[in-house]
Structure formats: C-alpha cells, structure tokens
C-alpha cells in the first residue's frame, strides 16, 4: 500500500531528535562529581545549621479543638478545612479479593491538587548542579530538611493561603524559562493518601538564576553523598532525583521491557481492588478521642493535630492534622548481579490509594512492629531476610523520613541487600520481579509504575555509583 | 563515588536486549504484504459471508421488563444483573471546572473486570500472520465483523455465563505457549464507560496452530485493505492492531518525547475534574421509560434493551441492555507533513469515565447532531474544517462501529484530513498538540495515553502505509 498524503511546505520548521542522547551523559557527569563549584560538601553542615539558626521552628500537638479552620464536617465527620482546599481526611473502605487481608477501613488524605515538586538544574563549570532548598516541614524529623527548589501545592502558588510568593515557581509555569528535562505525574503513599499525585519535575534553567537565602546549589554527586546521611534529603528531594534521565549502565536485563509490561500488564489485571469513600464517623476499628483518631489495636497509624510557629514558611502560623505512624518503617531492594547486571527485585504492591491497582514497590515495605504478632507463614515475605542481613550483605542505608508535611515522624530505613540465589531465586514467586535500574529509570518516565518507596529507593541506589 | 557491589556467580542465566530491533521490521514486512499466506483479499468477503450463513442472528428490541437476569437495583435504580458480574448501568455526575461544560450527570457503564483482547500471530512464507474473528456482536452495523482472536471478558472465560470454553484463551494466559509482543492495559469510551480498561495483547504462536471454525490468517497489509472498507474491522480490533510495534518512519518530530510527556503531564495537571457516583434513580436531566433511559432533550444517547439470538456466541442467546447513541459520531486526525515527517494533531481530552483526567484524543472526536443548535465560538473546533474538506484533503475515510457488545449501531465517520498551516496551525491553540505516528506509537506501550478514538485512527493511518 503506498502513501497517499502529499508533502506541503511548511516555513522554517526544523524536527528534533525524539532522545536527547546527551542528557544521559551530563546527569552521569554530575553524579561523578562530588566537587560542587559552589558549596563543598564538607561546608553543607554548617550552612544547614546557620540556616536552621536563621529561622524558628516550633511545632506542637494540639487537640483537634484547638485547630484553625479546620473542623469535622457535619454528617460525615470528615477532617476539612474551611476553605474546600489544602486536603481532608475521609474514611476509605478497601476490599482486595484474594489478597492477605481481603478488606479493610482506614482513614485517608484526599489531596485531589496537584502540586509541584521542582528541581532547578543549570551547568557551573560544565557539570549540571541542582538548586536545592533548606525546607522546614512541621512532621520531619530534624524539622529542616534538603527539599526541592519548588515544593507547592497549586494552593501554595496560587495563594490560596495569602502567604509569600513561592521563589523559582516561574521557571515550573512559564514556558520559555528553562527546559524540561523530566516531567511526569507520580503517585504518594498508597496506603494513606488517595489517589493522589505530584508533578515531578527537572528543569533546567535558561540564563542567570539568583540564588536566594536557604538555597544551594549541588551536584548529583554531592547530593548521593548526602543521601547516605539520616534525614537529611526529603522525600519530595528524592522522588524528583529518581526520576533524572540516568544512564543504562547495563547491556541489557533478565527481562526484555515488552516482557516487563507484560508482567506488570498481568499484575494490574489479576488483582481484584475496589474503593469505596466513606465518612470518618463510625468508621469500623477507629476511634476518636480529643486529640487522637486511631485503632482500637493500636496498629498502623494515628490522625492527630499540631500548630506550628515557623519562619520560613509562606506564612509564619498554622494548624493542621498529620497522620502520625506507630513504629519504624522498613523499606529495601533486595539485589543480585546477574550477568553483570545489577538488578533489583521489585513488589507488585496493591495499597488503596493507588489510582490503577497495583505499582512497583520495594522487595519489602512494611512497619515491622506491625506484623510483630505473626510468625511463620503470616510473615510478610523477604521482611526477615532483609532484618537479619548483616553487614556483608547491606550494600546501602539510612533513615528517611516521608513527606513532613502530611506525615509527623513518619521515618523508615532504605536499604539495599544484595541477595543470592537460596534467599532470592532468579525465577521470583508471584508478585516479584528483577528489573535493572536502567529499566526502572525508563519506567519513572510515566506515572503510575513505580511507587514512591521505591523511587527513594531509585535514588539511593544512584547515590551508591551502582545503578549507573 | 565507586559502587559498593560485587558480583555474585549465577549459573546460566543469560542477559537479554531490552528491546527487540527485529520486531518492527517484522511487522512492517506484514504490513507491507497484502497477499496472504491462507486467505486471499479477494476472497474475504466470500469467507465472512460463508460464516454469516453457518450462523444464526437475531436482535429484537424489549422493553427492560423483558431482560432475563437484568432489573434496577432496589434503592439505586442501577441496572444490574443478578450474578453481579458482567456490568451494570449507574449514575454518573462529572464536574471539570473551566471547562466547556462544568457539570454534568449521565448514565455510565461499569464494569470493573478487565478483559482480554487478543490476537495471535504466526509466520507464514516468513511473514507475520494475524489470526482473526469473524464475530457477532449485537451492537455492530452487519452484526458480524473480524474481531481479535480473543475478545473475553473475566466472565467469558472463568465461565460465569456457563458458555462454551473461549478459543485460543491458553495463548494469552497460560505461560510458554506463545511470546509476547504487546501487552498493555487501554481505556475504552471514555464518555460511556467509568475507567473501564481492557488487556490488548499481541502473541506470537509457538508451534502448530490449529485453525478453528469462523478464524482466519490475514497479513496487517491484508487488513489494511479491510479498515478502508465500512464496518468490517471491529473495534476491538482497531484497538490491538494500534499497539502493535510498528517501526517510526520518522527521523524526529516537532517536539521531542520529553516534551511531549512534559505537555501531557501539564494537561493533566490543568484540568480539574472530579466524578462522582450517583443513583441511576432521578438522574438530574435523564427520564425512564418502558424501554428506554434518554434524555428529556433527547441529545447524546440513550439506554436500551435488546434480546439475541446466535449460533456462534459462547450461549446461544440473551439478553442485555446497551447504549445507543443519538446520530453517526465523527473522528479525524488532522494531518499535515511537518519537515518531511507525517504528524497528526492530538487533542488532549477530558471524558467523565477516564480513570486519569486527560487522554490523546482525535482532532476531532463529537457526534455532529449534539452541536446542531450552535454557532460561532460555541461550534467545537476543528470539527467544521473536517466536515467542510473536500476529496483532496481526504486521506481516509471509513465508517466503523464502536464495541457491539456494548453500544448499539454507534458509528463513526473516521477521517484522515490533511491540513494546512491556515487551518492548522504549527502552533496549535491550548489543549492540542503535533506528534508523529511513531510517537503515538511510543505512548500505546503505556494504558492511559492515547484514547480508543485515537488508537482507531492509528491503527487506520497504518493501514494507508503512511505512518511507517
């Protein structure tokens, strides 16, 4: 069959190639760099000290009463504040047929904005460096953390709270300012917010930029050092880095990547999820006290209230809920070399949050203290692999805390475990599969693949010089 | 920074290209073949008109009273069959602020089980082979039209309406018995189905195939020929043919993937919409008769019942209800040839039933009569440039029924409409956007990009050879 359109000219139109084949090398090139041009390294402390000294932070629990603008709404119960904006805490009912715990209640965040998280990128001395932010957020640990250049809600900058503008915004909103070098929507915490997602994105930026108070600038090599500290990269830092266009290191994988959507295909169609939003009132194995909804077996998590008095912030006060985890997460990737390919063993993770069912999550993601009561079979499977690794076998860790502006003092521990073949076989059980990073990083492009543990872990696993 | 990993020993295993560059030559060669190994084109119609008379069918409209199994739910209104499976027909109301419509409630179909549709393949003489259907489905113009090899719901194939077993199903479920070469998760009507998605697989056979009653082998260059024909090609099949791995015949595009997933991700992120279940019952603007959900305006579509009687349909007859739309719908691409390279402009749609805000739609995608009553500005764009274009800008053009199993003689004009820098801007207005086939292509490995209007019209542009 031959063509039947004609060519018409058009004026000066030039086509560019589909793949920037050299953005790959200058994201590597900055990861081989752990010489800033502009802030060593070894002075990053004290300058995230004298930021912390330039501000006040104080964060206290309150009870819900005590909240400003927000209330429990009338016939539901649900958390909301008086605007309709910001988010509200509802109550969801999740029923996953076959799965371990086939239904259950719990409260959920439902943020339907889309937010921001931002990061700057602009080249000094030919290396690209990333404009990072001293950030206070009431529920992180330390308090000041490494956050993107931009970290808004479309209320935060659309102003909503009639506070500050937010700095470097434009170069996010106004074409012209900069060039994309990632952009996609990235699903959060599955198992506490609802359907919510983020626009991860990398720009990098078109002429001068003025580098204001609580900002500096990195290379990916400065920042991977940084995330080998505790809690010092957000998670907002993190799941904008795994999304970089890194370079595929390996000659190819175990599986090819039609293989790998194959497998995800079947996943997403084999597990049998439904959501249903209910009110928070009556919501069954909850209760509610002054200033505390949780489980009647303490397990999980816990709704609670806190005000903050910050300096740093758009505005100087407020008060808002913060869902409050019991215990220490654990997060890992199990790894082996195969063929001299580094792969890692992903989780196809059902959590009721997600929009499309299941996403790739870590090899394990659970809060040991909650299956403390289970033994044997009821073990959650690779949790006690990944405890009872020892130092030989832990290739990378450190404490993380998860979005301190929903969360309070939600910290897991990443690690990385290299694996053999008796603890973790080549041919997986169902529900895991060994990816390359490489084939991670292509994923990362699109939303709704890989969750946000685990692409802290993405991140983290550049940080080690492994992935890439 | 030097990687903390060693490489562990693995037996046998051995790496595998992450893309297979074979592929898309293959299917290009089928393409290009329109001489089929087993079947002529010549001799098609004879065939499908052969098993149209080795069959019965019969449709007869009846009132909902006469459906067998169907009835509206206490309570709800819903119409719901007794088995809780297959689907059923809820309210919807959709609220997408700033848009053209800011609210509005209609029946949807839900049916949360995900299908297969499948067409197996095999080399003949060292060309690619399609293994098609000839099905009745009945909703279709002619009843009977080539569908995939598979076209199962859950419920077909586990059985639930205790048919005969699904032809071919091991193919596509069972491990070994073929290798994989699309595998993805595709919506379906957006504006009919709330975030209904179908599995659209392409396997290639290993071994013999036997070759069952009402299946055939066709070249893609065979049903090529067969999408310029009216109402021959299913829609099912438009869809799984759009995912195959055609080659990019292009050299780049205007704009480059991360831009184009950059804009795609801003689209998503600029519409606000948010839906809602709600009671069939009372449905604001719908009234119910004996035999019919419709609109007091009598615009869009309405809800009916049908009884069918078949020979070759898994159970020999049943009844269901489906939608029948108001008038023939139209779908165009606008084209134009950009520096040597075919692009099309995609328009980024918002359809109450999507489960992510936005997809690819057409240029054009309304049903004409819905918009008789309006002029000027309120006119929906483009679609006066593709009703008014004469025979020189037409590259293609074919009738097509949307799915018979759900819809009920819902048509479609489906266009190719080669335009000009006039009519068609470079610099298309918000919302729209020029991309090339192959990047089409790119995105349909990936569920949630690309509607099933748009895959229609790719699978059609491949069918005039001009896309690859």
Known sequence: MSATFVTTAVGQTALQAREDAAIADRIARSAASTAGAQLSTEAFPDWLEERRRAHRFRVDR???????????????????????????????????????????????????????????????????????????????????QLSPTVQATRSNYTKVHEGADVKYIEYFVRPGKGRVLADVLQSEHGSWFLHKSNRNMIVEAVGDVPLHDDFCWLTLGQIGELLHRDNVVNMDSRTVLACAPFPDAATGALHSDTELLSWITAERSRHDVSTRRVPLDGLPGWQRSEDAIDREDGRYFRVVAVSVQ?????????????????????????????????????????????????????????????????????????????????????????????????????????????????????????????????????LVRHGHYVNVQARTLLACLHATGAGA
Chains 1, 2 share one sequence.
């Open 310 to 442: 910050a300096g740093s912030r758009e505005v100087s006060g407020w008060t808002q809920p913060l869902f409050e985890p019991y215990g220490l997460g654990v997060a890992a990737f199990l790894t082996r070399w195969i063929d001299g390919a580094l792969h890692v063993l992903v989780h196809a993770r059902v959590e009721g949050g997600f929009l499309d069912t299941i996403e790739l999550g870590p090899t394990v993601q659970y809060t040991p203290d909650n299956y403390s009561h289970l033994d044997g079979d009821g073990r959650p499977r690779y949790l006690d692999e990944v405890l009872a690794a020892g130092p030989d076998r832990i290739r990378y860790e450190a404490l993380h805390s998860e979005e301190g502006g929903r969360f309070l003092n939600a910290e897991s521990r990443y690690l990385l475990v290299e694996a053999d073949e008796e603890t973790a076989p080549i041919d997986p059980p169902a529900g895991y599969r060994w990816v390359t990073p490489g084939q991670l990083t292509s």
């Open 62 to 144: 309150i009870p819900f009463d005590a909240l400003e603008g927000w209330s429990f709404e009338e016939g539901t119960g649900n958390l909301v504040h008086r605007s309709g904006r910001f988010f509200s805490v509802e109550g969801l009912h999740v029923t996953h047929e076959g799965g371990a715990f086939p239904q259950w209640h719990q409260p959920i965040i439902k943020q339907p904005e889309i937010g921001i998280l931002g990061i700057l990128v602009k080249e000094f001395d030919g290396v690209l460096h990333f404009l990072m932010q001293a950030k206070m957020e009431p529920g992180n640990r330390n308090l000041l």
